[in-house]
């Protein structure tokens, strides 16, 4: 390995990895706190995919007990002429998306591709109604946008089954 800086480093195979050196965190006020924070931040990254994944799973799973031709209203009432193909996409995307998100299966590709639905409904659909969800604004799509993005960057993390396959798509 050849050394960039403090915290990049360039593998043989020539892609760049961030890495920590020791001593970079900063230290907790209270000394005794060190050691716990030491184990639980590892759970941090299972703790976000789970909370981004039950949201959507969840989302999905209403769609599909309520069924496309309950849902397909909403979908005609925010201009869509054909809101099937996208009932189904956004059911099949929400529902397996967020099952793979909980499970760390595939992180990256359901996140990114969660990501990419947000920022259509954010930028789209929901902008001109200003941030606040109250007046069905952007804020919520927004956030949870951000974190599967955020996912995408960083993949399943330690505790996935991404890790434990040794694969990523």
Known sequence: MTSISDSTRITSRGSARITYETGSEPHALLPGLEAFYAKVVPLSWPILRFAAGWFFLVRGYLKVMAGPAKVAPAFTAM???DPLPLVWTSMCLEGIGGL????GLFTRFWAAALAIELAYITFFLYWENGYSWLSRGYEYTF?????CFAIALRGGGPYSLDRLLRKEL
Do not use: A, H
């Open 143 to 147: 956030v949870w946008g951000l974190m």
């Open 79 to 81: 201009g869509f002429t």
């Open 100 to 103: 793979c998100l909980i499970l």
